[in-house]
């Protein structure tokens, strides 16, 4: 088996199943920077006001700070929604939206609200904050609920799990789902284990109030300390990785948006960076957009892409100093493991959790034992330690920025950001050919 197909095999098992339409990209050189164009612009066709509105569309179009509020600009997240429709509307039960940073889980809570909405629950939104005990995070929702008269609130001190359910229970008749978005705040196990148990009974109860909980983890257990019998009554709902083909789409319906398009090539690049992430995509599409924005040009081109790609690490390395230090000496450090750090990056990129055991498998599968086995995992977790943390389980690692992976696949395959590393050129052909299967 030459190593695409085997890259492809140990996608489909990565992400369980048939990649349908899942295909490895062709050969993307994120390394070879174009020689800056010079775009002559005639003195009649100087910018014009109308650019700098265009500028304003970009950043319009491509942000990232905003979550996704309407179904039509939610790209590849139908599969999510009819669980959670399935599982909360019509099973009743509670859910769990949970996933890394930046992957779409406040965008798909809203989204869903909306949709339980129109069959008929009341959605309402609240976020955690880091010290909430239950009272906290539940008392805020009483003043918008619809507490039927003659079922008191105490309001001089904090109620209690038992509490708030009998409130909920006797005083809310309307379907209601109570969305708590930022959960991964809590740090308290007493809040933990209270809004546990407060959805156990809240199940056994029969309330016409449901709970989602939304936040940033690995798996369930990062989130919840769930009683046991609770999974039953629990729909966990993890954000996966975006399909290319999805991610494509919204990357070129942003660009129309902000009177651009894009060249294939170029689509396709950003794609392959952005490993299933709408944040990294969009992040990357902006930087390439501003690129051919800035040239006076319409079309965004691979060179638009690669630029952007550049821009876009270089700001995060401005902004986040110490990983990318971290990242870069990593990788002047790896010799012949390079393709390990990048492949690690791939890996949390598609499930935030990192295992020895995880990183193991696929290393083995793409470079064989010699390249991928049990030595070099330790070696690759040991240049990468300092960036990554042992939250959860033990054993269980996590980078400690969720959205770093990405740039580190970018560094890892000699994009400018790295150039200092001055990787040989056989591992730069290295990375490079790893960050072929680097999408979906
Ligand atoms: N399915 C999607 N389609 C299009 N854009 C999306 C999608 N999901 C997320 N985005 C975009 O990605 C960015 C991050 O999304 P969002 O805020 O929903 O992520 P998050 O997981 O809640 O982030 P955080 O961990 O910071 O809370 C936003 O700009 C949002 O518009
Ligand atoms: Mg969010």
């Given at each position: 088996m030459g190593w695409t197909e085997r890259l492809q095999h140990w996608l489909r098992g990565l992400l369980g199943g048939d990649p349908g339409g899942r295909r490895i990209p062709e050969r993307i050189d994120y390394a070879s920077q174009p020689a800056e164009e010079s775009v002559v612009v005639p003195i009649s066709a100087a910018p014009k006001p109308a650019i700098a509105f265009r500028r304003n569309a970009v950043f319009a179009a491509f942000n990232t700070a905003v979550p996704v509020s309407d179904r039509h600009g939610l790209a590849g997240r139908k599969q999510e929604l009819a669980r959670l429709i399935d599982a909360v509307v019509k099973q009743r039960k509670h859910a769990l939206i949970y996933g890394a940073r930046g992957s779409g889980k406040t965008s798909l809570a809203r989204v869903f609200g909306d949709l339980a909405d129109e069959a008929g629950c009341v959605a309402l939104y609240g976020s955690a904050s880091e010290g909430a005990d239950v009272d906290g995070l539940f008392r805020p929702f009483l003043?918008?609920?619809?507490?039927?008269?003659?079922?008191?609130?105490?309001?001089?001190?904090?109620?209690?799990?038992?509490?708030?359910?009998?409130?909920?229970?006797?005083?809310?008749?309307?379907?209601?789902?109570?969305?708590?978005?930022?959960?991964?705040?809590?740090?308290?196990?007493?809040?933990?284990?209270?809004?546990?148990?407060?959805?156990?009974?809240?199940?056994?109860?029969?309330?016409?109030?449901?709970?989602?909980?939304?936040?940033?983890?690995?798996?369930?257990?990062?989130?919840?300390?769930?009683?046991?019998?609770?999974?039953?009554?629990?729909?966990?709902?993890?954000?996966?990785?975006?399909?290319?083909?999805?991610?494509?789409?919204?990357?070129?319906?942003?660009?129309?948006?902000?009177?651009?398009?894009?060249?294939?090539?170029?689509?396709?690049?950003?794609?392959?960076?952005?490993?299933?992430?709408?944040?990294?995509?969009?992040?990357?599409?902006?930087?390439?957009?501003?690129?051919?924005?800035?040239?006076?040009?319409?079309?965004?081109?691979?060179?638009?892409?690669?630029?952007?790609?550049?821009?876009?690490?270089?700001?995060?390395?401005?902004?986040?100093?110490?990983i990318c230090h971290v990242f870069e000496h990593a990788l002047t450090q790896a010799g012949q493991l390079r393709g390990m750090i990048a492949l690690a990056g791939v890996l949390a990129a598609h499930a935030p959790v990192l295992t020895f055991e995880r990183l193991n498998a696929a290393g083995v599968d793409l470079f064989g034992e010699e390249l991928g086995g049990a030595a070099a995992v330790d070696r690759t977790i040991g240049l990468i330690a300092a960036a990554l943390s042992e939250d959860g389980m033990p054993g269980e690692l996590q980078f400690a920025d969720s959205l770093s992976p990405q740039f580190l696949v970018l560094m890892a395959n000699g994009s400018s950001r790295a150039r200092s590393a001055a990787p040989s050129a056989r591992e730069a052909l290295d990375a490079r050919e790893l960050l072929q299967g680097v999408g979906l």
């Open positions: 003043d918008e609920l619809p507490v039927q008269r003659g079922v008191a609130v105490p309001a001089d001190k904090p109620l209690g799990v038992q509490q708030l359910a009998n409130i909920f229970v006797q005083g809310v008749q309307q379907r209601t789902l109570l969305i708590i978005d930022e959960f991964d705040r809590v740090a308290a196990d007493r809040t933990k284990h209270d809004v546990a148990a407060l959805l156990k009974l809240l199940t056994d109860m029969h309330s016409t109030v449901q709970i989602v909980l939304v936040g940033i983890a690995g798996n369930v257990d990062g989130l919840l300390a769930a009683h046991p019998s609770l999974r039953r009554h629990l729909s966990a709902q993890p954000v996966a990785p975006i399909e290319r083909d999805e991610l494509a789409g919204l990357l070129r319906l942003c660009a129309q948006q902000a009177g651009l398009a894009f060249e294939e090539d170029a689509v396709q690049t950003i794609v392959s960076a952005a490993i299933g992430s709408p944040y990294h995509a969009r992040l990357f599409g902006m930087h390439a957009a501003l690129t051919a924005e800035s040239a006076g040009r319409e079309r965004i081109t691979l060179g638009d892409s690669q630029k952007g790609l550049a821009e876009a690490l270089a700001e995060w390395g401005d902004l986040t100093p110490d």
